[in-house]
């Protein structure tokens, strides 16, 4: 398995974005149309948070009112903590650069399954799963037996 490799090498670039007061049942049916697995929020041209497929379940099972709960009161806010990306913003992410590896500690340190990735110049570029990253590492092995 390599895991030495770097993110930007499973990451997925086409990335779903809402907006803080979008609803709920919006936020859903965006994630359910582009076959997504979370949804970036947005708020005047910022990344500020992600709402996941997890997230929207768990929030329908509690009974929230999808019309009426908005993203921004259920987003998952954190942090970046790649180095050398700057300032600290209001999500978890790491530039694309960052190892497989890494990223696989980060996830089970954080206990979350997604993290968004950065390009250069800081701009968001992609999201990354657990399950991308074993993908990742498990086809970069399989190449390297097959060569």
């Known amino acids: 398995m390599n895991l030495k490799a770097a993110i930007k090498t499973c990451m997925d670039e086409r990335v779903t974005v809402c907006a803080m007061n979008d609803s709920l049942k919006s ?3 965006k994630i359910v149309v582009n076959r997504a697995a979370a949804c970036v929020v947005k708020d005047q041209g910022d990344v500020v948070g992600i709402i996941t497929d997890t997230d929207v379940v768990d929030h329908i099972a509690r009974g929230i009112d999808l019309d009426q709960a908005k993203a921004g009161e259920l987003m998952t806010p954190g942090e970046v903590i790649s180095k050398g990306l700057g300032p600290t913003f ?3 992410q790491l530039s694309e650069d960052e190892t497989i590896e890494n990223a696989l500690k980060v996830l089970t340190k954080g ?3 997604h993290i ?3 390009g250069a110049g800081g ?3 992609g999201i990354v799963s657990a399950v991308d990253l074993i993908r990742g590492a ?6 390297l037996i097959i060569l």
Do not use: C, M, N, S
């Open 90 to 92: 209001p999500f978890i």
């Open 123 to 125: 701009k968001t570029v």
């Open 27 to 29: 936020v859903a049916e």
């Open 138 to 143: 498990l086809e970069l092995y399989t190449e």
């Open 116 to 118: 968004l990735i950065r």
């Open 111 to 113: 206990g979350i399954h």
